[in-house]
Each structure stands twice: as C-alpha cells, then as structure tokens.
C-alpha cells in the first residue's frame, strides 16, 4: 500500500465517524419530538390542581 492511499482511508474512516456522529444526534432529537408529541397527545403528565371539584374523575357509565 502506498502512502497516498493509507491517507485517502484514514480520511475516508473519519468522515463516516463524522457522519454516524450527526446521524446520531439527528436521531436522538427526533426521537425527543415524538416523545414530546405522544405526551402532549396523551395529555402529558397535567396536574388537577386547577380543576375544578369533579373534574377529571372517574366517569360511571353504568347507566
């Protein structure tokens, strides 16, 4: 193997490290925005404390 194409590999082999790296971080805030939209469809993690009495209960549709 000559020089030259030692070279060309090496920069070859630090290019792809460099794109698994962002298709990494792409992945993981992709990942962050459905994981926020489910919860934000889902209703999240909401608090009744600003309800009013009744609210957000148990509905009994024995009827």
Same mark, same amino acid.
């Given at each position: 193997?000559?020089?030259? =194409? +030692? +070279?060309?590999?090496? &920069?070859?082999? @630090? ?9 990494? =971080?792409?992945?993981? =805030? ?8 489910? @919860?934000?469809? &889902? !209703? ?6 600003n &309800? !009013?009495?009744?609210? !957000? !209960?148990? &509905?009994?549709i024995?009827?």
């Amino acid at each position: 193997m000559d020089m030259m =194409s +030692v +070279v060309t590999s090496m &920069l070859a082999m @630090q290019a792809a490290n460099t794109q698994t790296q962002v298709a990494t =971080s792409i992945m993981k =805030s992709n990942a962050d925005a459905e994981k926020s939209m489910v @919860q934000t469809l &889902l !209703g999240g993690q909401t608090s009744a404390a600003n &309800l !009013g009495p009744g609210i !957000g !209960g148990n &509905l009994d549709i024995t009827a």
